[in-house]
T-cell receptor, first 115, second 116 residues
Framework: GAVVSQHPSRVICKSGTSVKIECRSL??????MFWYRQFPKQSLMLMAT?????????EQGVEKDKFLINHASLTLSTLTVTSAHPEDSSFYIC???????????FGSGTRLTVV | DQQVKQNSPSLSVQEGRISILNCDYTNSMFDYFLWYKKYPAEGPTFLISISSIKDKNEDGRFTVFLNKSAKHLSLHIVPSQPGDSAVYFCAASAMNYGGSQGNLIFGKGTKLSVKP
């Protein structure tokens, strides 16, 4: 079945630094990738949608200059949290899909802690 | 405004009994519904889905029921096992104008605890 690999699984960084999270579709070409954020005891909130080769579409309230998304190939999307602050600490999850399986396969998530 | 609601934040069930997780939605355009299971610090794992043209879908111990008129769906797990203890998310999507399925909208989840 479709497998999505997400790295790193957890990262601790200092305030003001940038962190890159990778999301790879291992056995299929993902035309669309989604990035979610989950706060404690809350649902998964969609941050942005990216289609290969084009700019990401960000949800309302998500700063595109802070959360840089690159979907340069059909198997790789990256989320870069720039100038991270403690309030960016969260669990970030990607999902990838094709027009047949529209983003319903999730990565394992990344726990980001900004200190 | 929450389009997908899981009103029970937690549910505790005895092993061997039935677990029933409920989900309500408000958007009548939703036509595809999914249930995910999530352990702490892991990504959601797909469990079962149902299209709006059906009212029931079954896969092993898991059955999803859809009541379109009530805009309600439920996940039944029987018999419940301790390994089923996790957070369960209900999600919904609608078909885009281009014919592809739209973004997933998630409920807030229900934490299921199955006691031995």
């Amino acid at each position: 079945g479709a497998v999505v690999s997400q790295h790193p699984s957890r990262v601790i960084c200092k305030s003001g630094t940038s962190v890159k999270i990778e999301c790879r579709s291992l056995d299929f070409q993902a035309t669309t990738m989604f990035w979610y954020r989950q706060f404690p005891k809350q649902s998964l909130m969609l941050m942005a949608t990216s289609n290969e080769g084009s700019k990401a579409t960000y949800e309302q309230g998500v700063e595109k200059d802070k959360f840089l998304i690159n979907h340069a190939s059909l198997t790789l999307s990256t989320l870069t949290v720039t100038s991270a602050h403690p309030e960016d600490s969260s669990f970030y999850i990607c999902s990838a899909g094709t027009h047949l399986n529209y983003g319903y396969t999730f990565g394992s998530g990344t726990r980001l802690t900004v200190v | 405004d929450q389009q997908v609601k899981q009103n029970s934040p937690s549910l505790s069930v005895q092993e061997g009994r039935i677990s029933i997780l409920n989900c309500d939605y408000t958007n009548s355009m939703f036509d595809y519904f999914l249930w995910y299971k999530k352990y702490p610090a892991e990504g959601p794992t797909f469990l079962i889905s149902i299209s709006s043209i059906k009212d029931k879908n079954e896969d092993g111990r898991f059955t999803v029921f859809l009541n379109k008129s009530a805009k309600h769906l439920s996940l039944h797990i029987v018999p419940s096992q301790p390994g089923d203890s996790a957070v369960y998310f209900c999600a919904a999507s609608a078909m885009n104008y281009g014919g592809s399925q739209g973004n997933l909208i998630f409920g807030k989840g229900t934490k299921l605890s199955v006691k031995p």
